[in-house]
């Protein structure tokens, strides 16, 4: 990385110098990754609503509709494996299962191998917008991450995915 770009502070550097200059007794390390982490995390939300959004998707249908479509053809899971994907609770999966099959993305359907069990299925338009959805939105998350050359990049995938073992 060019020394400008290191040496340029940034709103981070600013807010951990106030902090720094009027409490001497504490260190301030962890705001500088973890800080930054979090403003990044609100520019990909907002990324990831404007991608879904032209999809006409909210991000917890791209969620639902995402695991549907990584578990590959024929494009079904339970309620229970979308739950535990997602991980929110059985009511709100239930009530999220209940508007995208109002909005026909997806179905609701008897498990063959368990007459009491219930799959929840993809429709073709659920497929075709959770495709469109995650095409826009590996443009737009590439966007953000053009400012680093691809051996940053995955040296920073690396960090984060050590950091990030132990929360998931």
Same mark, same amino acid.
Do not use: C
């Given at each position: 990385?060019?020394?400008? %770009?290191?040496?340029?502070?940034?709103?981070?550097?600013?807010?951990?110098?106030?902090?720094?200059?009027?409490?001497?007794?504490?260190?301030?390390?962890?705001?500088? %990754?973890?800080?930054?982490?979090?403003?990044?995390?609100?520019?990909?939300?907002?990324?990831?609503? &404007?991608?879904?959004?032209?999809?006409?998707?909210?991000?917890?249908?791209?969620?639902?509709?995402?695991?549907?479509?990584?578990?590959?053809?024929?494009?079904?899971?339970?309620?229970?494996?979308?739950?535990?994907?997602?991980?929110?609770?059985?009511? &709100?999966?239930?009530?999220?299962?209940?508007?995208? %099959?109002?909005?026909?993305?997806?179905?609701?359907?008897?498990?063959?191998?368990?007459?009491?069990?219930?799959?929840?299925?993809?429709?073709?338009?659920?497929?075709?917008?959770?495709?469109?959805?995650?095409?826009?939105?590996?443009?737009?998350?590439?966007?953000?991450?053009?400012?680093?050359?691809?051996?940053?990049?995955?040296?920073?995938?690396?960090?984060?995915?050590?950091?990030?073992?132990?929360?998931?």
């Amino acid at each position: 990385m060019p020394a400008t %770009v290191r040496d340029q502070p940034d709103e981070v550097d600013r807010i951990v110098d106030a902090w720094s200059r009027e409490r001497e007794d504490l260190d301030f390390s962890p705001l500088q %990754v973890l800080s930054r982490v979090a403003r990044l995390a609100r520019h990909l939300e907002r990324a990831r609503r &404007t991608a879904f959004a032209a999809s006409d998707l909210e991000l917890w249908e791209f969620d639902v509709l995402s695991a549907l479509r990584r578990a590959g053809a024929p494009y079904q899971l339970s309620p229970k494996a979308l739950l535990l994907q997602t991980l929110v609770s059985s009511g &709100t999966m239930t009530n999220r299962i209940d508007r995208l %099959v109002a909005r026909a993305l997806v179905e609701r359907r008897t498990d063959p191998n368990d007459g009491r069990g219930i799959l929840v299925v993809m429709t073709e338009e659920g497929k075709a917008r959770v495709d469109a959805a995650i095409s826009t939105l590996l443009d737009a998350e590439s966007e953000l991450l053009d400012r680093l050359p691809k051996a940053d990049q995955e040296r920073l995938s690396a960090l984060l995915r050590k950091l990030s073992l132990d929360f998931d």
